[in-house]
């Protein structure tokens, strides 16, 4: 099982970015999915995650700004991220698990596999 996330970066207060994470190895339509966010000296949280059906959550703190999608053709997850704020820095992961879809949060160590992350920066 692989997971490879892309899209990140600099990009200043108020703008967009896209993350993208593709996935290998196994089932990806019949996984739960999601993408957590860790900023230096925090706890990894999760920020969205999309069911296999296509359902989505969304932390409080993202809920209206980012977007979590998939396409299950491509074996890809993307995260639209827009209105960026500082608070949104950190480093980006996506996770798979087949258990995780439909409570309100999940904890990291309740997906099994992982992304090795990329940079969010966002500044003035």
């Known amino acids: 099982v692989q997971l490879v996330e892309s899209g990140g970066g600099s990009v200043q207060i108020g703008g967009s970015l896209r993350l993208s994470c593709t996935a290998s190895g196994y089932d990806f339509s019949r996984y739960c999915m999601g993408w957590f966010r860790q900023a230096p000296g925090k706890e990894r949280e999760e920020v969205a995650r999309?069911?296999?059906?296509?359902?989505?959550t969304y932390a409080d703190s993202v809920q209206g700004r980012f977007t979590i999608s998939k396409d299950n053709a491509k074996n890809t997850l993307y995260l639209q991220m827009s209105s960026l704020k500082p608070g949104d820095t950190g480093v980006y992961y996506c996770a798979a698990d087949f258990n995780t879809c439909y409570r309100r949060t999940y904890r990291p160590n309740e997906y099994r596999y992982w992304g090795r992350g990329t940079q969010v920066t966002v500044s003035s």
């Open positions: 999309i069911s296999r059906d296509g359902r989505t």
